[in-house]
C-alpha cells in the first residue's frame, strides 16, 4: 500500500495547508446546467476554471481509486476533478428537491449507463442517444440554487432553493402539528406490508 507524493498534486492542496476557515459557495443551476458562482453569470468554462480554484484551495477533489479499463485490466488511476466532484454532488443535491423519487431512483441507473458509455468511447452510440432525450426531459426543472460548504477537504451541500421545489416542510415535519393524515399513513402501512405478512406467515407454517 503505497500512498501518493503531494508532489503529484497540481490543483488541490494537502489538508494541513488548507483555510482554518469555511467558505461558502452558491451555485446556480438552470435546466440541469451550472450557469453562476454566488450569483455571478458565467460561462461553463470560467465556471469551472473558477470552482477548481475554489475547491482546490480547500483539499477537495482527490481520487484515488482502481478501475477495470475497456480490455478488463485493472489499474489504479489518481485523479484531481475539484470541480466537477462538487457540481455532481450539488447537481444531484438539487434533483432530490425537484423530482419525484421514481424518477430520482431511476437516473441513478441511467447515469451508470451513460458514464460506461462515455468510459468506452461510444458517444455516439444510438443508446447514449436515446439518454440523452430521457436526461433532457428529467431537468426541465432542475433550476435553483445551492449552496456548498468548504473546510478541511469536504464540500458539504449546506441549503438549497426552487422556483420548483416540490418539498413541502409542512408535510414532512413527521410532528403532530404537520398537516399529513396520520390516519391515512395507518392504512397505506397495512397495505403496504401485507404481501409480506401474509409471506411471513406462510413460510412459518
Known amino acids: 500500500m503505497t500512498e501518493p507524493t503531494e508532489e503529484i498534486y497540481l490543483m488541490t492542496k494537502a489538508i494541513a495547508d488548507t483555510p482554518d476557515e469555511p467558505e ?63 457540481l455532481i454532488d450539488a447537481h444531484r443535491d438539487l ?49 435553483g440554487m445551492v449552496r456548498v460548504k468548504f473546510f478541511k477537504g469536504n464540500a458539504n451541500v449546506a441549503g438549497r432553493k426552487s422556483d420548483y421545489s416540490i418539498y413541502d416542510a409542512e408535510l414532512a415535519t413527521y410532528g403532530m402539528e404537520d398537516q399529513f393524515d396520520h390516519k391515512a399513513a395507518e392504512g397505506f402501512i397495512y397495505i403496504w406490508g401485507l404481501p409480506t405478512k401474509v409471506w411471513a406467515q406462510k413460510m412459518r407454517g
Not at 460561462?43 to 483539499?59: C, F, K, M, Q, S
Not at 431512483?105 to 430521457?134: C, M
Open 24 to 86: 461558502y459557495v452558491d451555485i446556480g443551476f438552470e435546466k440541469g446546467i451550472p450557469v453562476s458562482l454566488n450569483g455571478v453569470m458565467l460561462d461553463p468554462v470560467t465556471l469551472v476554471e473558477r470552482l477548481n480554484e475554489i475547491a482546490g484551495n480547500h483539499g477537495v477533489g482527490r481520487l484515488d481509486m482502481v478501475e477495470n479499463r475497456v480490455v478488463g485490466i485493472k489499474s489504479r488511476e489518481i485523479y484531481e476533478a475539484p470541480a466537477l466532484l462538487v
Open 95 to 143: 434533483e432530490s428537491l425537484t423530482q419525484t423519487a421514481d424518477v430520482t431512483h431511476y437516473k441513478n441507473t441511467v447515469e451508470e449507463i451513460y458514464s460506461q458509455l462515455i468510459y468506452r468511447g461510444l458517444w455516439y452510440s444510438p443508446l447514449k442517444e436515446a439518454l440523452d432525450a430521457f436526461i433532457v426531459k428529467t431537468q426541465e426543472r432542475v433550476t
